[in-house]
């Protein structure tokens, strides 16, 4: 088990350029997580996959945000034309699929939109 | 929909105080609850859980008791360290609904030598 990792670990970009992030899930998981923070608040649920397929979006995904895992493994987060407002940190998280699943999350990326 | 509410830090504490977090939730179904800490410079860390009513999760001497009468899940500890200084999160999740987390907003916890 070596953990959810996440690449990169910051990120620095000027609004209008578009930016993907990577989540490298725990190898036998199933389903994986994304998840928005900012600073002070909780995390918010973004969007998630049980193995390549995208079961559920989050209204706080807008047509900008798109998430992919094309063979049930890592998943990216193409964040299009970013704004001012997509800074944040964006933690990935992923699960075995049983009922009462543990989600256990990676270091996240720190976006700052300039 | 589900929410959770949780009481606002920052609380600061000496070592060896009584630590407690409220945590009230709100949720559509059954849920499972959760808390969840943040280290300084690190990531979320699951910290304990219980999935049903007058279940008992407890982990690195926290305690937190799924309270179905008054919604609550609230975090204890008895005596805590300068290491237990962190950000806590209480969450939920509803099977059904996927099993996506819903977080509180987060407590910030300091504790002071």
């Known amino acids: 088990d070596t953990g959810v990792s996440q690449d990169p670990r910051h990120k620095i970009t000027k609004r209008g350029q578009n930016v993907t992030f990577r989540c490298d899930p725990i190898s036998e998981h199933n389903r994986l997580y994304w998840y928005r923070q900012t600073l002070g608040q909780g995390p918010e649920f973004l969007t998630y996959f049980q193995n390549e397929a995208q079961l559920e979006k989050s209204r706080l995904l807008s047509d900008r945000f798109s998430a992919e895992r094309p063979k049930g493994s890592f998943s990216t987060l193409e964040i299009q034309r970013t704004e001012q407002g997509d800074s944040a940190m964006y933690l990935c998280a992923s699960s075995r699929d049983s009922s009462y699943n543990e989600q256990f999350f990676g270091p996240g990326t720190r976006l700052t939109v300039l | 929909g589900n929410s959770v509410t949780q009481m606002e830090g920052p609380v600061t504490l000496s070592e060896e105080a009584f630590l407690t977090i409220n945590c009230t939730y709100t949720?559509?179904?059954?849920?499972?609850l959760f808390w969840y800490v943040q280290y300084p410079g690190e990531g979320l860390q699951l910290l304990l859980k219980a999935t049903k009513a007058d279940d008992k999760g407890s982990n690195k001497g926290f305690e937190a008791t799924y309270r179905k009468e008054t919604t609550s899940f609230h975090l204890e500890k008895g005596s805590v360290q300068v290491s237990d200084s962190a950000v806590y999160f209480c969450a939920l999740t509803i099977g059904a609904a996927g099993n996506k987390l819903t977080f509180g907003g987060g407590t910030r916890v300091l504790v002071k030598p």
């Open positions: 949720a559509t179904g059954y849920p499972s």
